[in-house]
């Protein structure tokens, strides 16, 4: 995973997750748009997941090529 494509998805799962954060504190539970609010909440977060997992793998296996 390159650096920029990392920081680019990094960046969309922060907003992802504020703007889902923010936006339940005004809706009404049960209503259709807190769904899709809570369903967007959840994507930012597993897309902020796959990014770090990414990230951790990447550094992982250059330091180990790097090593030897």
Same mark, same amino acid.
């Given at each position: 995973?390159?650096?920029?494509?990392?920081?680019? @998805?990094?960046?969309? @799962?922060a907003f992802?997750?504020? @703007?889902?954060?923010?936006?339940?504190l005004t809706l009404t539970p049960g209503t259709p748009e807190f769904v899709v609010t809570l369903f967007t909440?959840?994507?930012g977060l597993l897309l902020g997941l796959?990014?770090? /997992?990414? /990230?951790?793998l990447t550094?992982?296996?250059e330091k180990r090529e790097g090593g030897s």
């Open positions: 995973m390159s650096s920029q494509m990392g920081r680019v @998805a990094l960046s969309w @799962a992802l997750v504020l @703007a889902g954060g923010v936006l339940l909440l959840c994507l796959v990014v770090v /997992v990414g /990230v951790v550094r992982r296996r």
